[in-house]
């Protein structure tokens, strides 16, 4: 079943009409018809089915009928990364979002060779990627920071480290240490 993410408010009987885009996406790509069922989520009100109400040359309105999972929240896990070039950006924005990262917060480093990024286009491709896996919400792309004030306002919670060097502790390892001990390792 094709899964969309959407903004509205989701609840039994109520309707909504699709942007432009998702529109055209299920009337001329995906060739829905009137009485052809989705599944729509918006990261608040769980995942539900839908049925194609009307469908016009720009505009597609869905009627909700049954709600299919509950809202359930995902674990609290960014994932931080430097700007790289575009399509390995897009491969790792996809990526974190199959795999549940909350957040992707992307930051400039020293030798980092882009300063800026289509944040926007890397949110679609969060949100793409989250209506394939079966996701109920979607991550937040945040736009990119330098590195060092990202460090400085960053919160209590656990901050860990990757080093691809190959001389660093195995994860499970720090992790189990962690989990024995308060405080940071």
Request: charged letters at 30%.
């Amino acid at each position: 079943m094709i899964r969309l993410f959407v903004p509205h408010d989701l609840k039994s009987g109520a309707g909504i009409v699709l942007d432009e885009g998702q529109s055209r996406y299920l009337a001329a790509v995906m060739r829905l018809e009137v009485g052809d069922e989705v599944a729509v989520f918006n990261g608040r009100d769980g995942e539900w089915a839908a049925t194609l109400a009307a469908v016009a040359k720009r505009s597609v309105s869905l009627a909700l009928k049954t709600q299919l999972r509950p809202q359930v929240v995902g674990p609290d896990l960014d994932l931080v990364v430097a700007l790289v070039k575009r399509a390995r950006l897009e491969t790792i924005i996809e990526k974190a979002a199959e795999l549940g990262a909350r957040r992707v917060r992307l930051v400039v480093t020293e030798r980092t060779q882009a300063d800026h990024t289509n944040v926007a286009r890397l949110q679609t491709i969060a949100t793409e990627a989250a209506e394939q896996t079966g996701r109920l919400d979607t991550p937040e792309v945040v736009a990119p920071l330098k590195l060092d004030r990202m460090l400085r306002d960053w919160d209590d919670r656990a901050l860990m480290f990757c080093d691809e060097a190959g001389d660093a502790r195995p994860v499970l390892d720090v992790l189990a240490e962690a989990r024995r001990g308060p405080g940071r390792c």
